[in-house]
T-cell receptor, first 113, second 114 residues
Framework: SQQGEEDPQALSIQEGENATMNCSYK?????LQWYRQNSGRGLVHLIL?????REKHSGRLRVTLDTSKKSSSLLITASRAADTASYFC?????????????FGKGTKLTVNP | DTGVSQDPRHKITKRGQNVTFRCDPI?????LYWYRQTLGQGPEFLTY????????KSRLLSDRFSAERPKGSFSTLEIQRTEQGDSAMYLC????????????FGSGTRLTVV
C-alpha cells in the first residue's frame, strides 16, 4: 500500500520557473527521501532529510520537512527542460525489523522550453 | 561496478508461462530490494534481502512469486503461471546498510503478459 500522496499529481511550468511539489505521509518516519524517475526508467535518489531536520539543500533542490503535519515539500529552482520527470517522495520507517521505503504516487513535472 | 543491473530490460510472455528476472546489486551493498510499479503509480515493495536472508515479504508477493539471493550477491525474482495482472515494471534496488543512505535503483524489467 502507498504511504501518502504527492500534490499536485501533475505540474507544467516554463523553463526558468520554480517547481514545488508536496508530499504527505501517515506514520512516524526515520527519514524521507525524494526520487526522480524519467519515463520508463529506474529511480534516481535526489535527497534525504532526517526526521530531526527541517530543511535541506542540494544544488537547485530544497526540501522541507514538517513532522508535526507529516508533510514535506520539494522545491526545484530555475527549472530546466531536463528536469521533466516524475518525482516521488518515499518514507523510511524502519521499525520492528521492517526495512523498506514506502512511496507515494508521484508528481509528473513537465518543464516547457 | 557503478550501478544496479537488471536483466532483461523487457520481457513479453504468454499468460501461464514462467519468467525469471535477475538483479545484480552494487557489490558492497548487503541489502537488496524488489519493487513493482504499475503505470501511473509509485513503486510498491515486494521483498528484501540482507545478504542471503530474505527478511520481509509483502502481501503482494503471492505463492506464484519467489525470490532468491544465493550467496548474498545477485538476486532472482521468478513468477510462475503468469497472469495479465502481473504486467508491470519490476525494479531492483540496493543499499550498503541500515544507515541513512539513499537506495540505488536499477533500470527495471518491464514485463508484459499477453
Amino acid at each position: 500500500s502507498q504511504q501518502g500522496e504527492e500534490d499536485p499529481q501533475a505540474l507544467s511550468i516554463q523553463e526558468g520557473e520554480n517547481a514545488t511539489m508536496n508530499c504527505s505521509y501517515k506514520t512516524s518516519i526515520n527519514n524521507l527521501q525524494w526520487y526522480r524517475q524519467n519515463s520508463g526508467r529506474g529511480l534516481v535518489h535526489l535527497i534525504l532529510i532526517r526526521s530531526n531536520e527541517r530543511e535541506k539543500h542540494s544544488g537547485r533542490l530544497r526540501v522541507t520537512l514538517d513532522t508535526s503535519k507529516k508533510s514535506s515539500s520539494l522545491l526545484i529552482t530555475a527549472s530546466r527542460a531536463a528536469d521533466t520527470a516524475s518525482y516521488f517522495c518515499a518514507t523510511d520507517a524502519t521499525q520492528g525489523g521492517s526495512e523498506k521505503l514506502v512511496f507515494g504516487k508521484g508528481t509528473k513535472l513537465t518543464v516547457n522550453p | 561496478d557503478t550501478g544496479v543491473s537488471q536483466d532483461p530490460r523487457h520481457k513479453i510472455t504468454k499468460r501461464g508461462q514462467n519468467v525469471t528476472f535477475r538483479c545484480d546489486p552494487i557489490s558492497e551493498h548487503n541489502r537488496l530490494y524488489w519493487y513493482r510499479q504499475t503505470l501511473g503509480q509509485g513503486p510498491e515493495f515486494l521483498t528484501y534481502f540482507q545478504n542471503e536472508a530474505q527478511l520481509e515479504k509483502s502481501r503482494l508477493l503471492s505463492d506464484r512469486f519467489s525470490a532468491e539471493r544465493p550467496k548474498g550477491s545477485f538476486s532472482t525474482l521468478e513468477i510462475q503461471r503468469t497472469e495479465q495482472g502481473d504486467s508491470a515494471m519490476y525494479l531492483c534496488a540496493s543499499r550498503r546498510g541500515q544507515g541513512e543512505d539513499g537506495y540505488t535503483f536499477g533500470s527495471g524489467t518491464r514485463l508484459t503478459v499477453v
